[in-house]
């Protein structure tokens, strides 16, 4: 974060921080607070090495960074993950076109899995088939890799389509209440009208509005090529996931907090990531841990109608025709 973004973050909360000094002592500043909050999140110690870095008692601390999450969210949600809208999707849609070569594409979808330490009486509830205790960030990403929403605290022993599908997200995408574009022929062809779409991983439930990779191993060269092109799309997410955890290290380690004060961590950790990343881009060292696209999964196995599977088709000899192909691909299958 540079300074001059430092210096706006800080103006943009620093009402809500200032306290009021006493006869007994002086308040703590909003701009030790915020810096307090950044050092934690940003190098993933501990309270106790903030204590002896800032001389600020642990339950002070503590207090301090989770006052401060919250009012980041508050402050930050509206600007820095706006309200979705037909037209954010058709710039989102374009913005995959020109640097993912995948068309009618609105977002891409995916889970990470946020370790944190068993809360009391919680049974299995978190336990994940990671085998460890976690918090889900369900979130979609725009291919300039920035969250567009999020869905954060569900049970890690949840599965990624049913916390999706519980989204208000998808709910009102099913009920029609969110706008999509409306469907038209993909660039260059005169097939029959394709509508826009979500892409996610084999994980998610095939609908007309999502798709995923096509399942098994004997697939058909054309069968190969999308779910390589799709792979090359939904890379994004989990590049965006990538750049969230090398930045905001204290997601690198579990989360020794109660379960709601790790959703407040999550919460800031996704509206700094999209601040900082409009402002100063992304360091190259933010991305070293994120998944290749050779370790992108692309099989799946065969569900959902008849509508949804057509479209995949439809798509698929696309890709194989002189405006809808890329020079590469035949490589990479």
Known sequence: MSVSSFDELLQRVQTQLQRQDTNMRNCIQPEQMLAVTLRYLASGCSFTDLYYSYRLG?????????EVCDILWSCLAEECIPKLTKERFE???????????F???????????????????????????????????????????????????????ECDSSIFNESSLWKSIQKKSLELPSAKPLPGSEAPNVPYFLIGDEAFGLNINLLRPFGGKELSQKKRIF????????RYVECSFG??????????????????FAVSILKACVVLHNFVRERDGYNFEDTMTVVGMNDLPAQANMQGGRAANNIRNVLSDYF??????????????
């Open 58 to 66: 642990i339950s002070t601390i503590s207090k301090i960074v989770r």
């Open 91 to 101: 710039s989102v849609a374009a913005g995959f076109e020109k640097r993912a070569n």
């Open 103 to 157: 068309f009618h594409c609105i977002i891409a979808v995916d889970g990470k899995h946020i370790r944190i330490v068993k809360p009391e009486f919680s049974g299995s509830l978190y336990y994940n088939y990671k085998s460890y205790f976690s918090v889900v960030l369900m979130a979609v990403a725009d291919s300039n890799y920035r969250f567009i929403y999020v869905d954060v605290g569900a049970y890690g022993s």
């Open 227 to 234: 779910n390589y092109r799709l792979s090359r799309a939904r």
């Open 243 to 260: 750049i969230l955890t090398n930045k905001w290290r204290i997601l690198h380690r579990s989360l020794n907090v109660n379960t709601d």
């Open 320 to 333: 194989l025709t002189e405006v809808g192909k890329v020079s590469w691909q035949l490589s990479k299958i």
